[in-house]
């Protein structure tokens, strides 16, 4: 009778946990004691997010692009992970001098089964949860890996319920963001390349590369919906952000007309419905960029804007030239203003209709990383550098460095970096890295705005 309800109980315990969850570490709570929430969503620039004093983020960074990628290798260093940076310490025997090349003792392993650091990282912090891309695990119809697709997951903040929400196909110029739709919820919204057919598909796994792109909506919250596809088969398409008051898509699209190539739609990605606009008869509109209502658009090889909030032509005319080139793109609001990488360089303009200034050229970074106060930050694989829109000065604040270049997150004025690690010293100053056993992982590191870097990844 004994071990038949030791039994039980063993069962009851069992499904208890199975139904729960199993927290990997401990709930994150403010100073009342109480559980943090975010009633709204908070983006820290992709790779990292910031819950009460933790940071979360990738341990390393794992290379999709190559060859040799294997998701089960490279989930052993580039899982999620957090660190409370109110509190970090070091091993006794550390000397002062190696700290910031050395892992703080406060890290821990929030999910080891999913590849967290990566090139198509975005991170955000809303409820309870911590939402985040992975490389997709998915097979293709004939067994093969498709490590180009994005998968993505949500969990809670002490590492209960991992949730995988959906899986999308990718590319340099897909969009994934976290917007307030129209009737105040919340919703993923991607853009990314059409679907193939499955005869379409190559014998090496790979899809044949979509010119045209889907939309996709995904409501989130406590509760989360469903994955829902809004428009197929678009040529361009701009999302809504934080500060625009038209919470919708806008898009091009083909037409059978000779005279009108293609067509300006909008659609809210709550509610599904469908705007038209006017667009020029005799030139293709192409969109290339997106600041609240304002949107950028290609037209016979000039750039103009529009403000979307009124259904008006997309066309050209002189009130609504920005910029003379057949293409910008990175285009990102600056205080009045905007920057936006041009012919070859990174230009800007203290509004829509002042003279462009051009504040570096492209030689000298590959990244742009964000824009912040009177700053743009940029990065190449050696170094994080920043550019003033007034005295158009670069100035690096890391540098000689093995970096990833164009992966960041910016949290409380830090940068937040994946680079490989850099060497220890011994007490008179001399490195002590053996050559022939050296880490070529790219962990995660911490800067402030004057360039004292702290590693914060867990090394192998």
Known sequence: MKKKLLKIFAIIFCATLFLTGCATVSDVKDNNGDKIYFAEPVYFEGQVAKVGDYLYYGNGYGDITTDAFNYSNEKEYAYLSRVNLSELTFE????????KNTTPQEV?????DKVVGYANQEMYAFGEYLYFT???EHKTNTMLNDYTRISLFRVKFNGDGLEELGTFTYSETSSISLQQGSDGKYYFVVVCPTEVEESEEREDGEEQESKTFDIYSLRVGDKCGKVEKLVGEVNTAVVADKTSQMRNVVYTYATESERLPNAVSAVDFATGDIVSYDSAKDNAVTLVGREGDIVFYSYANEIYYKNVSNVGIFSATDNSRFYSAPSISNVEKMGNGYIFVGTSSLMYKSSLTATPEKLASTSEYSDILFADGDYV????????????VYDKEIENIVEGMTIISGECGYVDNNIYFYAQLGALVDEDGNEVTNEEEKDLTYYMYQTDKMGNIQLLGKVK
């Open 108 to 112: 821990e392993r929030v999910n080891g």
């Open 377 to 388: 930050y940029l990065s190449n694989d050696s170094s994080i550098m920043k550019v003033s």
């Open 134 to 136: 992975s490389a997709n």
């Open 92 to 99: 006794e025997d550390v000397l002062d001098k190696n700290y």
